[in-house]
């Protein structure tokens, strides 16, 4: 039995991959598949560091994003366009209602949100996290200002320690600055250990990076 069992989270697994990678195809927005995909395999290496259940944190790991707000017309109804796609699949009910919790309260919400309750949540949102901390985060910022129409960096908007929409539509903000408002935090809100010292390297090259700009603009060097 326990053979089938762990024959039939591999289906679902692969099934999760199939329409995570269709869902998230076409996406510009920063979470484009290949977001799902390095988070799915941090998580699969965080669980085994942390000893967390690899079904549902992977499970949330891939369908984390599904749910994003940005990508549907509420957050409501990304959670229940994930709730539908668990409900046509062989998953445990306590496994569904887990991974939905999971994906429900992961989000950053300007580091508001209280902490995660069960370790795959945390292993999760770590994953995702890391993914906002590094060289690749540096590119999907970028990626992102250019997006929704932000410059580089403007002298005249002051970096605030954290932005709140509306402050955001009055005053605007940069790509530079959003690494003070959210991206040189996160280090600090890493649940596991495992992630911890990930997270520590990569926020070194960010800060490293974030000097060595301001020095160019400065024409410093
Ligand atoms: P996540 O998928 O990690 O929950 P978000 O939906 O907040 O993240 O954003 C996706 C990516 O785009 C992240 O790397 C994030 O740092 C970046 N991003 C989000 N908002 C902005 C912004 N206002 N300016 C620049 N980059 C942003
Ligand atoms: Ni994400």
């Given at each position: 039995?326990?053979?089938?069992?762990?024959?039939?989270q591999d289906?679902?697994?692969?099934?999760?991959?199939?329409?995570?990678?269709?869902?998230?195809?076409?996406?510009?927005?920063?979470?484009?598949?290949?977001?799902?995909h390095?988070?799915?395999?941090?998580?699969?290496?965080?669980?085994?560091?942390?000893g967390?259940?690899?079904?549902?944190?992977?499970?949330?790991?891939?369908?984390?994003?599904?749910?994003?707000?940005?990508?549907?017309?509420?957050k409501?109804?990304?959670?229940?366009?994930v709730?539908?796609?668990?409900?046509?699949?062989p998953?445990?009910?306590?496994?569904?209602?887990h991974?939905?919790?999971?994906?429900?309260?992961?989000?950053?919400?300007?580091?508001?949100?209280?902490?995660?309750?069960?370790?795959e949540?945390?292993?999760?949102?770590?994953?995702d996290?890391?993914?906002?901390?590094?060289?690749?985060?540096?590119?999907r910022?970028?990626l992102?200002?250019?997006?929704?129409?932000?410059?580089?960096?403007?002298?005249?908007?002051?970096?605030?320690?954290?932005?709140?929409?509306?402050?955001?539509?009055?005053e605007g903000?940069?790509?530079?600055?959003?690494?003070?408002?959210?991206?040189?935090?996160?280090?600090?809100?890493?649940?596991?250990?495992?992630?911890?010292?990930?997270?520590?390297?990569?926020?070194?090259f960010?800060?490293?990076y974030?000097?060595?700009?301001?020095?160019?603009?400065?024409g410093?060097?």
């Amino acid at each position: 039995a326990a053979n089938t069992v762990k024959a039939q989270q591999d289906d679902t697994i692969a099934a999760a991959i199939a329409f995570a990678r269709a869902f998230h195809e076409k996406d510009d927005t920063g979470h484009d598949w290949w977001h799902i995909h390095r988070v799915s395999k941090m998580t699969e290496r965080l669980a085994e560091a942390e000893g967390a259940d690899r079904f549902v944190a992977l499970l949330a790991a891939l369908l984390h994003d599904v749910a994003d707000e940005k990508l549907n017309d509420s957050k409501e109804i990304g959670l229940q366009r994930v709730r539908d796609w668990l409900v046509s699949q062989p998953v445990a009910v306590e496994d569904r209602g887990h991974v939905i919790e999971i994906i429900s309260t992961m989000s950053y919400n300007a580091g508001l949100n209280p902490p995660m309750r069960t370790l795959e949540g945390q292993v999760v949102q770590d994953a995702d996290r890391l993914d906002a901390i590094g060289s690749i985060a540096i590119a999907r910022c970028f990626l992102y200002a250019g997006k929704i129409g932000d410059p580089i960096y403007d002298p005249a908007i002051k970096p605030r320690d954290s932005i709140t929409k509306e402050q955001y539509r009055n005053e605007g903000s940069t790509a530079i600055n959003h690494f003070y408002e959210k991206l040189l935090k996160l280090k600090d809100r890493i649940n596991t250990p495992s992630a911890k010292i990930i997270a520590e390297e990569r926020h070194r090259f960010m800060e490293q990076y974030v000097q060595q700009f301001h020095a160019e603009w400065d024409g410093l060097i």
